[in-house]
């Protein structure tokens, strides 16, 4: 039997003749229906994973490559920032598990690489999984030709918004000039927080923020992270002088494995509070939702559980009214997974971002003039990375900071 290319026949035309609709009709079916032209057919009937490859990239990122014995290789961002070693090790515990496995069983992969772990959850199985779930997700895509997004039942959106960052009032209007239209920023601090602080380090932190107000304008939102850094105490306080501002959130207003405090916290203001970013999978995010300590969830797909774990995430906060606005100051692969998530639910608020993917993506995404990013277009994630431009990033040692107090030497949250 020919195929539709051997007689003339092109895919869409044969797409077309199945649903009854001619040439000549205008009930045709719209061109962003079809992936790009993939050229002669191959069979896909039988994959197998062959290899896991981990590369430290600079400035603290690890690039997962998962390989297969048909050509195709899926990229995924596994992360623990600070333990990069740590997770390169993870997967190479896993990688005998997937070895000879078909890679499009994605959920029954993640549900045997999770539960076998005997001790479940913590960032560094998650965090692991994460990598692994996004390269599968990015070979299912290539293998069919569709983007991620497609596979989930198409996109909610044709953009995601995006923020950038800023600590004073310049940065403020350098980040408005280039057309961002939310800004994070952090607690403006001289020294690290004490447990309980008095009304000058509160006026300091909010002049700070004032500024920025002024300097973006009404139309601007700015959300501020606390970054669990601040006691609850403290906390408090600080919320209620930077109110009359309108933060668009508050982001981990103190430590986020205490939910009781941080929904007391929530109870105490009409801002929103948003936290999710050290929270794993759909068992995390279940008692923050239960008990009303947020309004926006955060989940890291580096680190929660991937795209997979992700819309889980997002499908539990919808039936709560909450929005996701996925964390993410890692590199551009992960850009690239949580565009795909926004694309792919209706709950979607703001995406975090620190790369753009300049200087390690074939085609880099591109901030619109709306303060937004196009969704992919391409077969699964839809990145390629720029090999030849990655090779004077390769390896790091990156760690994470070492704070403490300067008054006694004790250890203080960075």
């Known amino acids: 039997m020919k195929s539709s290319t051997e007689s003339g026949i092109s ?32 069979d896909y009937s039988n994959v197998k994973i062959t290899k896991l490859e981990t590369i430290l990239i600079k400035p603290r990122w690890i690039f997962l490559k998962i390989h297969t014995d048909v050509g195709v290789t899926g990229l995924g961002e596994p992360l623990l920032e600070g333990r990069a070693l740590t997770i390169q090790t993870a997967i190479k515990e896993i990688e005998p598990y997937l070895i000879g496995k078909d890679p499009r069983h994605i959920i029954h992969h993640w549900q045997a690489i999770y539960r076998h772990a005997f001790y ?3 960032p560094i199985l998650t965090s692991a ?41 310049e940065e403020m209007k350098q980040r408005k000039k280039e057309g961002y239209t939310v800004i994070k920023t952090g607690v403006a601090k001289k020294n690290p ?36 850094a601040i006691s609850p105490q403290t906390a408090k306080v600080l919320i209620k002088e930077l109110e009359q501002y309108q933060p668009m959130f508050i982001e981990e207003p103190c430590q986020a494995q205490n939910v009781d405090i941080m929904a007391d916290i929530a109870r105490g203001t009409h801002i929103p509070i948003a936290a999710g970013e050290r929270i794993f999978t759909k068992w995390g995010f279940r008692e923050l939702l ?11 797909l580096c680190h929660a559980g991937g795209i997979t774990e992700g819309r889980i995430i997002a499908g539990m906060a919808e039936a709560y009214y909450v929005p996701i606005a996925p964390h993410n100051p890692m590199g551009p692969i992960s850009l690239a997974v949580g565009l795909h998530l926004a694309a792919s639910v209706p709950n979607f608020l703001v995406q975090e971002q620190v790369s753009l993917g300049e200087g390690y993506l074939k085609n880099p995404f591109e901030l619109e003039k709306d303060g937004s990013v196009l969704i992919p277009r391409g077969p699964g994630l ?18 994470n900071p070492e704070s403490y107090n300067p008054f006694d030497g004790s250890v203080v949250d960075w």
Not at 290 to 300: F, N, W, Y
Request: glycine share 10%; net charge negative.
């Open 193 to 228: 927080a004490n447990i309980v602080e008095n009304p000058a380090f509160i006026k300091y932190a909010s002049e700070n923020f004032a500024s920025l107000r002024q300097a973006g304008g009404a139309e601007m939102d700015i959300a501020i992270d606390f970054h669990g």
């Open 290 to 300: 239960e008990k009303r300590a947020v309004s926006i969830v955060q989940p890291d």
């Open 382 to 399: 839809g990145v390629e990375l720029d090999e030849d431009r990655l090779a004077d990033k390769i390896g790091h040692d990156w760690k």
């Open 129 to 169: 999984l994460s990598g692994i779930d996004h390269a599968l997700w990015d070979i299912k895509g290539k293998l069919l030709n569709v983007p991620v997004y497609e596979l989930f039942g198409g996109p909610t959106r044709d953009r995601v918004r995006i923020y950038g960052r800023a600590a004073n009032a």
């Open 11 to 42: 895919r869409r035309d044969a797409i077309q003749s199945v649903l009854g609709v001619t040439a000549m009709t205008t009930m045709v079916l719209p061109q962003s229906s079809y992936a790009s032209n993939p050229g002669h057919f191959q």
């Open 120 to 122: 479940r959850g913590g």
